[in-house]
């Protein structure tokens, strides 16, 4: 059995996922010039919070992708579709892969602190020790530039369907009814829109009036220790002055 277009739950994970993985893209690049302090660690757990969001929401993506049946593929030459085919493995590899490197990061940090998901619910550290943090920076940053690339293949892809090659493309993963060009136009025009201001959001958000959950759980202060990474921190003091560990480069949890 096949549909021509995807499922109105299909449709929430994947416009959910776009706006998490430009949100966390525009995240990573705001660490590269932040400065260490209650915003930088505000920061640094939202980021985390969002990625284990995102691998919790990409694995419930994959399952329903596997249970149930998805449109036939638009006609194209068969190098179109093994791109296609690729680029779509690799925003799996990206969602589930980020997030779980992002977890290895934290966990194998030479200070171990807590994370609370957006304030309430802890995560628990792998048991890995600091050998891995090397290995895991790396890939995390990596799957960061591999998911910028993913993107840009991915929009050009949509727009060369729904304008040159006159598909419906978008009107499959879009509720609404795209029956004229200047409508898709318009949806287009919106949803590019809506994509870049995650991104901005990432890049420009503030949360340094937020009161730092670690108020909770970590009541006594550390000695500060020095970062082994470029603009990452690495300890905590008090909650007023507590700081993130080791972090990741752009997408990363």
């Known amino acids: 059995m096949t549909t021509s277009r995807y499922s109105k739950t299909a449709m929430a994970l994947h416009w959910g996922l776009a706006l998490a993985l430009l949100f966390q893209i525009g995240l990573g690049w705001q660490f590269e010039t932040l400065e260490r302090g209650p915003n930088m660690f505000a920061l640094y757990q939202l980021h985390k919070s969002v990625g284990i969001a995102i691998l919790v929401l990409s694995l419930a993506r994959l399952a329903l992708r596997i249970a149930r049946p998805r449109p036939q593929p638009m ?45 309430y619910l802890p995560l628990p550290h792998l048991p890995v020790g600091p050998s891995t943090h090397a290995l895991a920076e790396t890939l995390h940053a990596q799957l960061a530039w591999l998911a910028i690339v993913l993107l840009l293949l991915h929009v050009a892809g949509a727009l060369r369907h729904q304008f040159f090659k006159d598909e419906d493309l978008l009107q499959r993963m ?31 958000l503030s949360l340094a009036d937020a009161k730092p959950a670690a108020q909770s759980i970590a009541p006594s202060p550390a000695p500060e220790i020095a970062s082994t990474a470029r603009a990452q921190p690495e300890a905590e003091e008090t909650p007023e002055e507590v700081k993130e560990p080791e972090a990741a480069e752009p997408v990363k949890n």
Request: charged share 10%; no cysteine.
């Open 174 to 204: 879009l509720p609404l009814k795209l029956e004229r060009k200047s409508t898709a136009a318009i949806a287009t025009v919106t949803v590019v829109a809506g994509l870049g201001v995650a991104y901005a959001s990432g890049t420009t």
């Open 75 to 119: 006609a194209d030459t068969a190098w179109s579709r093994l791109i296609a085919s690729i680029v779509h493995g690799g925003f799996y590899l990206v969602l589930i892969g980020g997030p779980l490197t992002g977890w290895l990061l934290v966990s194998s940090a030479k200070v171990k602190v807590p994370t609370l998901l957006f304030g």
